[in-house]
């Protein structure tokens, strides 16, 4: 069974710039959530889909945004970028929530890392 | 609010040794607890998962955690360490969403194991 799939895993943009990162979920996972990982914030909730439907949300400008397609797949963006951008992003599949009687575990691609100069 | 402290930001120790990380997470409610290794340029990787049941729960790798309800804490050991352990090690409560569902991982600060010869 194929894992969480990120694409690019590598990229380099300049600020004010915009840019687009992929995630192919678990085959059967529909839910798909993203995370921004940095040195000094840690690991940081963006939001999550399930069924195309934006689920829930982090606490993030509204430069940060994603969507689902009728595949699972999912896309996330960020536009006008800054310096501060820079980051590990990481997308996990999963295949419900605890409160729908899953257990909230979550399936991690290697992610993307984005570069801001 | 659930949240989930790792009280030690690097940890070293030589290769054969036992070694123990720690966290502790604060709930109002049940929760599922999980250990995470990120390998250098690497997505998160599940160690092992505490859902229900015996409190002492091992997972991959040679790890175990034991869940202590009455301390909050769900510390992860290993008795003997190898070099290939040196990665980053996260502790993550699931989030329960009673409103519309959902999966929300909140993450510990994290731990760097450094394995010494």
């Keep these: 069974k194929a894992g969480v799939t990120q694409t690019p895993r590598y990229l380099i943009k300049t600020r004010g710039q915009q840019v687009t990162l992929s995630c192919s979920p678990i085959s059967g996972h529909r839910s798909v959530s993203w995370y921004q990982q940095t040195p000094g914030q ?76 | 609010a659930q949240s989930v402290t790792q009280l030690d930001s690097q940890v070293p120790v030589f290769e054969e040794a036992p070694v123990e990380l720690r966290c502790n997470y604060s709930s109002s409610v049940s929760v599922y607890l999980f250990w995470y290794v990120q390998y250098p340029n690497q997505g998160l990787q599940l160690l092992l998962k505490y859902l229900s049941g015996s409190t002492l729960v091992k997972g991959i790798n040679g790890f175990e955690a034991e869940f202590n309800k009455s301390q909050t804490s769900f510390h992860l050991r290993k008795p003997s360490v190898h070099i290939s352990d040196t990665a980053e090690y996260f502790c993550a409560v699931s989030t329960i969403i009673l409103t519309g569902g959902g999966n929300k991982l909140t993450f510990g600060t994290g731990t760097q194991l450094k394995v010494e010869l």
Excluded: I
């Excluded at chain 1, 940081?44 to 889909?49: A, I």
């Design chain 1, 42 to 117: 840690g690991l940081q909730f963006l939001f999550e889909y399930f069924s195309e439907t934006q689920r829930n949300k982090g606490n993030f400008p509204g430069r940060f945004s994603g969507r689902q397609f009728s595949n699972s797949r999912s896309e996330m963006n960020v536009s006008t970028l800054e310096l501060g951008d820079s980051a590990l992003y990481l997308c996990a599949s999963s295949l419900e929530g605890v409160s729908h009687g899953g257990t909230g575990e979550l399936f991690f691609g290697e992610g993307s890392r984005l570069t801001v100069l």
